[in-house]
């Protein structure tokens, strides 16, 4: 009894607050975005506001269920945890049926369910019991092998078995914990120079060069990775000698390139692969000859930016499912394409701008009733919070999030144990990912890929995927009132 007091003191009550007030926000947009003429009231458990009511009750009472188990059961039990998940993930194909492309969902009678959802919880129980083990530390990317598999597997599973991209990008998310425990700014500089890499072979990859044969895409890339090596030899290493070693050698591939395309045409594609390697070649001599394990990990960057480069194409034409090309070839200024995979972020972007300053009120929204937006109730809600509320109700919802997560980001300070801590930042990475992508796409500034927004979309799955990582966080800092008695 006293054990259930101290954990009911030690409830963060601001976070239940914050999340509440985001959840039934969502739930009186829901109503407004599907909201029709003669549609019944808000309270009709037959309409999507009806039913959202219905997973939002069950949501609080599986959060009240979490709060009530003992909090060492989520250290001691982490693994079995992730092991079924991941046969749950397996087999999730095998028994879903065909939903635009994917195979994520399992029906149980009249509900259903998208495990991918709840992976992301247990995937951080996973790695905040790893990565909270006696002794270890993050000193270099070998001790992040471990917890980059933990993500990676399921990851894997449910972008190629599944085929739903939105929710495996999302893993991406656990390295802002990863980044808090000690891996380098340095691994977050290769993910945002990958991200570039990518956009420019797509983006001008069937553009043929003015000279020779090769694409603009491979071409720009590979100068710009030349470009990082030479600027972090230049300002990290301040090693002038291998700089100009580099830079001397690589002018001299693209000059013999050229020389010879005046007899012959060249491809420059070859070019700049012989450039890597022996920018490759010459930093892994440096690093050997002069014990210099800094100039080891660029000569890494080079190696796997040259195969990211090459594999680009693979992945956007072989990986990612003809809708998603279309979209990032929009987005990207490939294609013009209003009607097809362009309408969604257009009409999106009408309603937005529509709502002004205030909003055209509650259930007034002329985009939303109409039905102009496709998903508007689920991915493309925020266009309605645009419509109704206007800027105001828009810029409050932000700061309701970012109230949350600075929130849980203090909870995850506080913790007296690494585990807690860990654990609290893989779930402010979670929420950040997905307000940032989910606003992101519907302003047209991201590729649209399919991710709720959270505790606010229509969705039991998602809903209850999010009150889970939120409720095990508070169990796991009610938990720290008691130990700080101990």
Same mark, same amino acid.
């Given at each position: 009894?006293?054990?259930?007091?101290?954990?009911?003191?030690?409830?963060?009550?601001?976070?239940?607050?914050?999340?509440?007030?985001?959840?039934?926000?969502? &739930?009186?947009?829901?109503?407004?975005?599907?909201?029709?003429?003669?549609?019944?009231?808000?309270?009709?458990?037959?309409?999507?506001?009806?039913?959202?009511?219905? &997973?939002?009750?069950?949501?609080?009472?599986?959060?009240?269920?979490?709060?009530?188990?003992?909090?060492?059961?989520?250290?001691?039990?982490?693994?079995?945890?992730?092991?079924?998940?991941?046969?749950?993930?397996?087999?999730?194909?095998?028994?879903?049926?065909?939903?635009?492309?994917?195979?994520?969902?399992?029906?149980?009678?009249?509900?259903?369910?998208?495990?991918?959802?709840?992976?992301?919880?247990?995937?951080?129980?996973?790695?905040?019991? =790893?990565?909270?083990?006696?002794?270890?530390?993050?000193?270099?990317?070998? @001790?992040?092998?471990?917890?980059?598999?933990?993500?990676?597997?399921?990851?894997?599973?449910?972008?190629?078995?599944?085929?739903?991209?939105?929710?495996?990008?999302?893993?991406?998310?656990?390295?802002?914990?990863?980044?808090?425990?000690?891996?380098?700014?340095?691994?977050?500089?290769?993910?945002?120079?990958?991200?570039?890499?990518?956009?420019?072979?797509?983006?001008?990859?069937?553009?043929?060069?003015?000279?020779?044969?090769?694409?603009?895409?491979?071409?720009?890339?590979?100068?710009?990775?030349?470009?990082?090596?030479?600027?972090?030899?230049?300002?990290?290493?301040?090693?002038?000698?291998?700089?100009?070693?580099?830079?001397?050698?690589?002018?001299?591939?693209?000059?013999?390139?050229?020389?010879?395309?005046?007899?012959?045409?060249?491809?420059?594609?070859?070019?700049?692969?012989?450039?890597?390697? =022996?920018?490759?070649?010459?930093?892994?001599?440096?690093?050997?000859?002069?014990?210099?394990?800094?100039?080891? &990990?660029?000569?890494?960057?080079?190696?796997?930016?040259?195969?990211?480069?090459?594999?680009?194409?693979?992945?956007?034409?072989?990986?990612?499912?003809?809708?998603?090309?279309?979209?990032?070839?929009?987005?990207?200024?490939?294609?013009?394409?209003?009607?097809?995979?362009?309408?969604?972020?257009?009409?999106?972007?009408?309603?937005?701008?529509?709502?002004?300053?205030?909003?055209?009120?509650?259930?007034?929204?002329?985009?939303?009733?109409?039905?102009?937006?496709?998903?508007?109730?689920?991915?493309?809600?925020?266009?309605?919070?645009?419509?109704?509320?206007?800027?105001?109700?828009?810029?409050?919802?932000?700061?309701?999030?970012?109230?949350?997560?600075?929130?849980?980001?203090?909870?995850?300070?506080?913790?007296? @144990?690494?585990?807690?801590?860990?654990?609290?930042?893989?779930?402010?990475?979670?929420?950040?990912?997905?307000?940032?992508?989910?606003?992101?796409?519907?302003?047209?500034?991201?590729?649209?890929?399919?991710?709720?927004?959270?505790?606010?979309? =229509?969705?039991?799955?998602?809903?209850?995927?999010?009150?889970?990582?939120?409720?095990?966080?508070?169990?796991?800092?009610?938990?720290?009132?008691?130990?700080?008695?101990?």
């Amino acid at each position: 009894m006293r054990n259930n007091r101290s954990i009911i003191s030690g409830i963060d009550w601001w976070t239940i607050i914050l999340f509440l007030a985001i959840a039934l926000f969502g &739930w009186l947009n829901i109503y407004g975005s599907s909201y029709s003429f003669d549609q019944t009231s808000i309270w009709d458990f037959s309409n999507r506001a009806g039913k959202q009511l219905v &997973w939002l009750a069950t949501a609080v009472g599986l959060g009240a269920i979490i709060l009530m188990i003992e909090e060492k059961a989520y250290d001691v039990l982490g693994y079995i945890f992730y092991g079924a998940m991941l046969l749950l993930l397996i087999i999730t194909p095998i028994l879903a049926r065909d939903i635009k492309g994917s195979l994520s969902w399992i029906t149980i009678g009249p509900i259903s369910l998208q495990p991918a959802e709840f992976a992301k919880c247990f995937t951080a129980i996973a790695v905040a019991k =790893y990565m909270s083990r006696y002794g270890y530390k993050v000193r270099d990317l070998r @001790d992040l092998i471990v917890p980059f598999l933990l993500i990676g597997v399921p990851m894997m599973i449910i972008m190629v078995a599944q085929k739903e991209t939105g929710s495996a990008l999302v893993f991406i998310s656990f390295l802002l914990a990863f980044y808090r425990q000690g891996m380098s700014g340095y691994v977050l500089g290769w993910g945002v120079v990958s991200i570039l890499l990518f956009i420019l072979v797509i983006r001008f990859g069937e553009i043929a060069l003015p000279i020779g044969l090769g694409s603009m895409g491979m071409l720009v890339s590979t100068l710009s990775i030349e470009a990082v090596v030479l600027g972090l030899l230049f300002v990290h290493e301040k090693d002038i000698r291998s700089l100009i070693i580099v830079g001397a050698g690589v002018a001299v591939c693209y000059g013999i390139g050229l020389l010879l395309n005046i007899w012959i045409p060249v491809n420059f594609n070859y070019i700049g692969i012989a450039s890597l390697a =022996y920018t490759a070649v010459c930093l892994l001599w440096q690093a050997i000859k002069n014990r210099k394990t800094s100039l080891a &990990w660029i000569v890494g960057f080079v190696i796997i930016s040259a195969v990211l480069c090459q594999g680009c194409d693979f992945a956007f034409h072989k990986i990612l499912q003809p809708h998603q090309r279309i979209r990032i070839e929009v987005l990207l200024g490939m294609k013009d394409d209003p009607t097809g995979a362009g309408y969604n972020v257009n009409q999106s972007l009408i309603a937005i701008g529509s709502g002004q300053t205030i909003g055209k009120g509650f259930l007034q929204g002329t985009q939303t009733k109409l039905k102009f937006v496709p998903e508007q109730d689920t991915d493309f809600i925020f266009c309605t919070v645009g419509e109704e509320w206007g800027f105001v109700g828009s810029a409050g919802l932000l700061l309701l999030y970012l109230a949350l997560i600075l929130r849980i980001i203090h909870l995850a300070e506080r913790q007296r @144990d690494t585990f807690s801590m860990i654990y609290a930042y893989c779930v402010a990475g979670i929420l950040l990912f997905h307000v940032t992508i989910n606003i992101g796409m519907v302003l047209g500034l991201l590729p649209v890929i399919g991710i709720p927004l959270p505790f606010f979309s =229509y969705g039991g799955s998602s809903l209850w995927g999010f009150t889970l990582l939120l409720a095990i966080m508070l169990r796991l800092d009610a938990a720290r009132v008691y130990k700080m008695q101990g």
